[in-house]
């Protein structure tokens, strides 16, 4: 922020400059960066650097032992430390309650105004419904018919874009960068009734702030190289290959489960997850049941145990009851998808048999 020289009355101030000792931040203070610390860092988030011979070889070996814990060998992975289901256990934390509502799995996982109704006036009964949340393409059930919802709410007219309170956000975790573990992200707020926002800016100012290489990294998605620049060509090479990798990956996926009968699997349309529909036998849901299972849990547990592959029941996100499903991601390079698809094939044909 910058500091205004002059009074109000615009008489010079009688100092030439103002010596900051207000805040804990050395290196805004010219306190110099520790080299082995930023060597390792650099090394760590762009492993090309390895092979250059500027850097030492413990720097080297020591980003090459942080590389090696890290999922994918990136810096970039999440890690140990994400922590799943996110909204439920935010709103448990909150002493919040959450509303179900079921998408459509017939029309692509698409919204249906009348089951969110359905929803909100059975939750009525109980409870005082305050937010609504979309998740957009969505998760797990990758539905993506994109709706702005700014938009659509200011073409909605005054009596809602002047009052309706909408929070938007974005990361970079996820799309052609799949930045997860630099955490950048943002939030848009819109109508927030000023008392709330006087509370969130006090619980945002609490964190202090994100790591700064997320914000870094933020700004660089929302400014990305232009046309012209030295960096454009490579960077509109790059995303174009993550994207039409991950487009072939999700085609591949539906056409693979689609080929296997008591599988079934909408088109996977926008983010990185395939939720297929699978029809689980009367007798292995009465063993799961035995087990004290659910049936889709005892369905993964076999499937890891058997094949190695672990996916994610669909009771773990809630679906219709006597529905079963899995959730699996696209992300496994297409050579190793392939093959997991194949082995998943295999599975369900020999799951059906032996509890049929
Ligand atoms: C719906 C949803 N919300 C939030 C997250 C967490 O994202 P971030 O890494 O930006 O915190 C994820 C995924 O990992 C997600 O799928």
Same mark, same amino acid.
């Given at each position: ?23 804990? @931040? =050395? ?18 988030? &762009? ?21 090696? *814990?890290?999922? $994918? ?6 890690? !140990?430390?994400?922590?799943? #289901?996110? &909204?439920?256990? =935010? ?27 359905? =929803? ?19 998760? +797990? ?20 874009? @002047?009052? !309706? ?19 950048? $992200? ?17 619980? !945002?100012? !609490?964190?202090?702030?994100? #790591?700064?290489?997320? %914000? ?7 400014? +990305? ?5 030295? *960096? ?5 090479? /790059? ?5 039409? @990798?991950?487009?072939?990956?999700? /085609? ?11 599988? *079934?699997?909408?088109?996977? %349309? ?50 219709? /009851? ?10 496994? #390079? ?23």
């Amino acid at each position: 922020m910058k500091y205004n020289m002059t009074t109000a009355q615009g008489a010079k101030k009688p100092f030439s400059e103002v010596i900051k000792a207000n805040i804990g @931040d =050395a290196h805004a203070m010219g306190q110099r960066p520790i080299t082995f610390l930023r060597q390792v860092l650099a090394l760590c988030t &762009y492993p090309e650097l390895l092979n250059d011979n500027k850097f030492p070889e413990d720097a080297k070996n020591r980003a090459r032992r942080i590389l090696q *814990s890290c999922g $994918g060998g990136s810096i970039a992975a999440r890690g !140990v430390l994400a922590q799943y #289901p996110l &909204y439920s256990a =935010a709103l448990a934390d909150l002493g919040a309650v959450q509303i179900n509502y079921y998408l459509s799995e017939e029309r692509c996982w698409s919204l249906d105004v009348s089951e969110l109704r359905r =929803a909100l006036n059975e939750a009525r009964q109980d409870c005082c419904p305050r937010a609504l949340c979309i998740i957009n393409p969505g998760n +797990p059930t990758d539905g993506c018919e994109f709706h702005s919802f700014k938009k659509v709410l200011f073409e909605m007219g005054p009596k809602y874009s @002047d009052t !309706v309170e909408l929070a938007s956000f974005h990361s970079t975790s996820k799309c052609y960068m799949g930045e997860c573990g630099f955490r950048g $992200g943002y939030m848009e707020v819109i109508n927030l009734d000023p008392e709330v926002k006087v509370q969130l800016t006090k619980l !945002v100012s !609490v964190r202090l702030c994100p #790591p700064v290489p997320g %914000q870094a990294l933020l700004d660089l998605v929302v400014n +990305p190289p232009e046309p012209g620049e030295p *960096s454009y060509a490579t960077f509109i090479k /790059e995303r174009t290959a993550t994207l039409s @990798d991950l487009a072939h990956k999700a /085609e591949l996926t539906e056409q693979i489960l689609n080929t296997v009968p008591g599988i *079934s699997c909408n088109p996977v %349309q926008g983010a990185m997850y395939s939720f297929p529909r699978i029809n689980i036998p009367e007798r292995a849901v009465k063993e799961a049941k035995e087990k004290g299972q659910a049936p889709d849990m005892f369905y993964c547990m076999k499937l890891l145990e058997e094949t190695g592959i672990c996916l994610v029941p669909g009771s773990g996100f809630g679906q219709r /009851e006597g529905t079963y499903h899995f959730r699996m991601t696209i992300l496994p #390079p297409t050579d190793k998808l392939k093959i997991l698809l194949a082995k998943v094939k295999e599975f369900h044909q020999k799951f059906t048999e032996q509890y049929s």
